[in-house]
């Protein structure tokens, strides 16, 4: 089993008055067949908290670990995370212009397995996972999302998933500015996935919408830059009914 374990994090970032602390002592657990929902209002750290752990330069990390498997993934490099096996899919991914998406993926695929995915099986199974996202095989020669739809942003997100098959998926915000149709396509990808049993997600959300097509092992309530509460998926229907004030208010 496969364990992702975040100890006592604490992560500043620089701003014109000095370092700003966003994540004041976070402990979290996900396990290898786990899901689990964070949840919390407009600038609590769910999004810092999904950087720091891929390891974006904006963060600093001064305290606490990130252990993958036992191993502390703050020391490696963004590409030495990735191989070790998380991956991010991001709140807003970025375009890449004269990168096309089959270029894309094949240059993951080999830097995240160590050699080139054998020509014809890959291109079988790039085609396999754009259409389980509604993507048409034409959509492989586009460049990485210029010009694309949110929609279609975020399910090429979830295509890279099911093709480079981490051990840890971490997903922020992959909801957002999704229609209905795009909502269910996305979470059947993302089910697909944790239905291996030996993989797990962190899904950082605001929204208790796309938990009726993913179902949560655990949901986190997420509050000023800490971990508030911690349930099942009847805290996010709480959630849903209550808000968030009741945290808020008690300045947690």
Do not use: C
């Amino acid at each position: 089993m496969a364990t992702l374990e975040i100890k006592n994090l604490h992560v500043s970032v620089n701003t014109d008055d000095g370092p700003q602390e966003i994540l004041k002592g976070v402990d979290l657990t996900v396990r290898s067949g786990e899901v689990h929902a964070i949840m919390g209002p407009n600038g609590s750290g769910k999004s810092t908290l999904a950087y720091s752990i891929a390891g974006h330069p904006k963060y600093d990390v001064t305290e606490g670990e990130v252990l993958l498997d036992g191993e502390d993934i703050l020391q490696l490099s963004v590409d030495e995370r990735a191989r070790a096996g998380l991956f991010l899919a991001m709140q807003y991914p970025v375009e890449v212009p004269g990168v096309s998406v089959a270029n894309f993926l094949r240059t993951a695929k080999t830097a995240v397995d160590g050699e080139a995915p054998k020509l014809r099986t890959w291109i079988k199974d790039v085609n396999a996972a754009l259409e389980r996202m509604t993507l048409d095989p034409t959509f492989a020669q586009r460049n990485v999302n210029e010009g694309f739809s949110g929609g279609e942003k975020k399910r090429h997100e979830i295509a890279q998933l099911e093709l480079l098959n981490p051990k840890f998926a971490v997903l922020d915000e992959t909801d957002s500015g999704l229609d209905i149709d795009a909502l269910r396509v996305v979470s059947d990808g993302v089910n697909r996935f944790s239905g291996q049993g030996d993989r797990g997600v962190l899904l950082i959300t605001h929204y208790t919408r796309i938990l009726q097509y993913i179902s949560p092992d655990f949901v986190h309530v997420f509050v000023a830059g800490r971990l508030a509460e911690t349930g099942g998926r009847e805290l996010a229907d709480q959630l849903e009914a209550e808000g968030y004030d009741k945290y808020t208010r008690a300045g947690v």
